[in-house]
């Protein structure tokens, strides 16, 4: 069984200011880890994914997420914040064992960026 | 770029009713899925499909629920007999073969139950 954990339901950051949105895990199995985010009426749309190699990825409008195994997260950063930034993000995993893969998701966190 | 697509935007029923929500994935997927996100709380995941049989479900998907592609585009989610609790928002997602392959989301219906 998997579960995951985000730190926060709702960060605050200036613009321009760095981003670091939490993600903690608990799998069986190694994972397959997702952040996705979600802008007001809208579905959701993947921001990055770590499935094998680099652990470090980087995905759309400037966000990275590594994988740190040993501390099984999965945090989400963005170097400087943009106003279109604002938005709420969901962590996901799912078992790589699994051909089904469902996901798993977090909480979700609201990330608010003052001007 | 290929999109999911969900049908209504907002669905409003009666309690007891049956709703059937429907969705075209992306055309060349093989995988589709259904979630649900209550107000305030986390997406969970229904109900996986995959060559014409369900793969796997949680247990929220009861007897109440069923999933059917009638054609070769369309996938649906029904609910026999709507309860005020499945008041939500509803996704389809869809994927290639791969297991690596993204899922990708609808926009979502928000299902009103009175």
């Known amino acids: 069984a998997q579960s995951v954990t985000q730190l926060g339901s709702h960060v605050s950051v200036s613009e321009g200011a760095l981003v670091l949105l939490r993600c903690n895990y608990s799998?069986?199995?190694?994972?397959?880890l997702f952040w996705y985010v979600q802008y007001p009426n809208q579905g959701l749309q993947l921001l990055l994914k770590?499935?094998?190699?680099?652990?470090l990825v980087k995905g759309i409008n400037g966000f990275e997420a590594e994988f740190k195994k040993s501390e099984t997260s999965f945090h989400l950063t963005k170097p400087s914040a943009h106003m279109s930034d604002a938005a709420e993000y969901f962590c996901?995993?799912?078992?790589?064992?699994?051909?089904?893969?469902?996901?798993?998701f977090g909480g979700g966190t609201r990330l608010m960026v003052k001007p | 770029e290929p999109e999911v697509t969900q049908t209504p935007s907002h669905q409003v029923t009666q309690m007891g009713q049956e709703v059937i929500l429907r969705c075209v994935p992306i055309?060349?997927?093989?995988?589709f899925y259904w979630y649900r996100q209550i107000l305030g709380q986390k997406v969970e995941f229904l109900v996986s499909?995959?060559?014409?049989?369900?793969?796997?479900k949680s247990e929220i998907f009861d007897d109440q629920f069923s999933v059917e592609r009638p054609d070769g585009s369309n996938f649906t989610l029904k609910i026999r007999s709507t309860k005020l609790e499945d008041s939500a928002m509803y996704f389809c997602?869809?994927?290639?073969?791969?297991?690596?392959?993204?899922?990708?989301f609808g926009p979502g219906t928000r299902l009103t139950v009175l």
């Open positions: 997602a869809s994927r290639g073969l791969a297991a690596t392959d993204t899922q990708y």
């Open positions: 799998s069986s199995v190694p994972p397959y």
């Open positions: 770590y499935t094998t190699g680099a652990t």
């Open positions: 996901a995993v799912t078992p790589w064992s699994n051909a089904g893969n469902m996901l798993t």
């Open positions: 055309s060349n997927h093989l995988y």
């Open positions: 499909f995959y060559n014409n049989e369900i793969s796997e």
